[in-house]
């Protein structure tokens, strides 16, 4: 067991022994409940505008965090007595880290960044709040006409697959609402493409036809195609294919050593050895050093596949000319099934805990709901660092359509990343979220890793069935309780 699997491991058994000192909730005046589908609604307590303090914890750096005190004021105008104190906590597992060590001594924020695999952790101590109950709420906010619910409007405006992954935790229960989102994109060195007039592959069978061709072309010093992420790769490709990988319920939680998901394997394996494809990992940094490499004599690739929100990083410097060497093109990732693709959605969603404070449980839910809401908000904070907001509606912000209106060429590079992701709206999918997900992921980047690397030229088959089986054992053994 490696030294991050024993202190997750470590942390889940002081939270499961916490759960018994950790206050819960108070659900409501009555406790009276209404049925939602097969959901139970609970009855809340609404805010009565009393004074009161919340804690958001996050890892905004000092641009977004900016954006977010302006419109606390914003937020304060309709509730004068909700005081918001905020900090950033480092990157997201320090921000994990932290949250849990606070959970072992029956504490916690008032709400938090969270990707689906900490609500996971964070839950085996039953303390984070289930959300349908404040969603469906018709209570009002005293001294106001607002209910502290979503409208059936707002719910509806939320991208669904974002909305949809507050849900997968296997339960049916909502624990998260979306903050801001990001997906990958591929990245092509457009004027390299139009110069030999190539098209951008649309199935990963017309990527492995150009990568050959490309590597023909220009040699050793060129590794067509750069992915960042071995670990978003081989769940995509789970995804596209409709093969399994892993599961929140039942007995089994990890099901991908399958015939179908070793042979993808065995073909990028392939394609490693041929010389098409490199990684993060395995390349000793993001691929986007080698995209906007322009020195003859040093490597480089002409595609890369990487975060939408990176796309600053993706942008050549400018020349002495003051030109861009090339200009950068935007697209969906190749498919298995263009007709039916699969894109992972990736960014930050917000949490709350568990309180005693019923007000204060309130005041969370409100600023939750205030921030993942609001059009203007919204449009900001995408135009600042490259997320795309969660709400549909933030494209009819007049600022943010003109943001839009700008994609177009290296300068505005961001608001074409932007476009594409609300383009594949449709595409994005939905993990199961439980403890163990989150070293699924790392596991199955690993391996991908382990057999490019490492597989024979012949025989390759063989060891990539032994490194499957291994790295479901591993999992098994780890979080199999």
């Known amino acids: 067991m490696n030294k991050m699997k024993k202190t997750l491991v ?6 499961m022994i ?8 108070a659900c409501g005046d009555n406790n009276e409940s209404s049925s939602n589908s097969d959901i139970t609604i609970q009855e809340i307590t609404p805010y009565d505008g009393s004074a009161v303090e919340i804690t958001f914890y996050h890892t905004m750096g000092a641009n977004l965090k900016a954006v977010l005190d302006k419109y606390i004021p914003k937020f304060n105008e309709k509730y004068p007595n909700i005081t ?29 960044y969270c990707y689906p695999d900490h609500v996971a952790l964070y839950n085996k101590a039953k303390v984070v709040l289930q959300l349908d109950h404040y969603i469906e709420s018709d209570k009002k906010v005293a001294n106001t006409d607002e209910i502290m619910g979503l409208t059936d409007a707002q719910k509806a405006d939320f991208i669904t697959a974002y909305y949809e992954e507050g849900r997968a935790y296997g339960d049916g229960y909502m624990y ?58 081989f769940i995509t490709m789970t995804e596209q294919l409709n093969t399994p990988y892993t599961s929140a319920t039942g007995d089994d939680n990890f099901l991908f050593n399958t015939p179908e998901n070793r042979a993808f394997v065995e073909r990028f394996t392939d394609w490693y050895q041929k010389g098409y494809v490199t990684t993060e990992e395995i390349s000793g940094g993001y691929t986007s050093d080698l995209f906007t490499e322009t020195a003859a004599d040093k490597m480089k690739c002409y595609m890369c596949i990487g975060s939408s929100a990176g796309a600053s990083y993706q942008c050549p410097d400018l020349g002495s000319d003051g030109k861009y060497p090339f200009e950068v093109g935007v697209a969906m990732i190749p498919q298995e099934k263009p007709e039916d693709p699969a894109v992972i ?20 839910w409100l600023f939750a709901k205030f921030f993942t809401t609001n059009v203007e908000f919204q449009a900001q904070f995408s135009m600042t660092n490259g997320y795309t907001p969660v709400i549909k509606s933030a494209e009819t912000n007049k600022v943010y359509a003109d943001f839009l209106a700008k994609a177009d060429g290296n300068q505005y590079l961001q608001a074409t990343c932007v476009k594409q992701t609300l383009a594949q709206m449709n595409a994005y999918y939905i993990s199961p979220a439980f403890n163990g997900s989150s070293a699924a992921r790392d596991e199955v980047g690993k391996l ?34």
């Open 345 to 364: 959605q990736q960014g930050p969603s917000i949490c709350l805990f568990k309180k005693s404070n019923a007000q204060e449980q309130a005041a969370a």
């Open 176 to 233: 998260t609402l979306p903050f801001s989102k990001s997906t990958e994109v591929l990245y092509y060195n457009k004027t390299y493409f139009e110069k030999n007039n190539y098209t951008v592959p649309k199935t990963w069978n017309e990527m492995e036809t150009l990568c050959a061709t490309i590597k023909a072309k220009e040699g050793a010093n060129v590794t067509p195609l750069g992915y960042d992420s071995e670990a978003n790769w």
């Open 10 to 15: 470590g942390i889940v058994s002081a939270l």
């Open 18 to 25: 916490a759960t018994s000192i950790i206050p819960m909730a």
């Open 84 to 112: 918001v104190k905020h900090d950033m906590m480092g990157d997201y597992p320090a921000l994990r880290d932290q949250i849990a060590t606070e959970l072992t001594g029956g504490n916690s924020p008032s709400l938090a």
């Open 448 to 481: 991908m890793q382990t057999c490019f690397t490492k597989a024979p030229k012949s025989g390759a088959a063989a060891f990539i069935e032994q490194e499957f089986k291994k790295t479901v054992d591993t999992l098994v053994y780890d979080y199999g309780f």
